[in-house]
């Protein structure tokens, strides 16, 4: 029974920073890659930036040099680190991971629940 639980979701100022984190829990076998993705009202979700287990990070242009992903292998968390918000990045952001699971070894990706980040004065 995998979850992926998020947190650091909230309510902050244009140019102000928050920072999200997530931690895959249950019967895992391995973690491949993990990202952040996000839906904003009447939008598609998008990718924001994903990890691989080795540290090869990828972002979305609209991420570039604001965001930083990391993750902890031995902790099985991703986190991301968000800075000089824009009020275009108010969102809720979901937590995505490629996990196999025990006892099946059952590969798949797994999303959180979404945690709500709103930029705004």
């Known amino acids: 029974q995998v979850q992926l639980v998020e947190s650091g979701g909230g309510l902050v100022q244009p140019g102000g920073s928050l920072r999200l984190s997530c931690a895959a829990s249950g019967s895992i076998s391995s973690i491949n890659i993990m990202g952040w993705y996000r839906q904003a009202p009447g939008k598609q979700r998008e990718l924001v930036a994903t990890?691989?287990?080795?540290?090869?990070?990828n972002y979305a242009d609209s991420a570039k040099g604001r965001f930083t992903i990391s993750r902890d292998n031995a902790k099985n968390t991703v986190d991301l680190q968000m800075n000089s918000l824009k009020p275009e990045d108010t969102a809720v952001y979901y937590c995505?991971?490629?996990?196999?699971?025990?006892?099946?070894?059952?590969?798949?990706?797994?999303w959180g629940q979404g945690t709500q980040v709103t930029v705004s004065s």
């Open positions: 990890i691989t287990s080795y540290g090869i990070t």
């Open positions: 995505n991971a490629d996990i196999s699971a025990t006892p099946w070894a059952v590969r798949r990706f797994y």
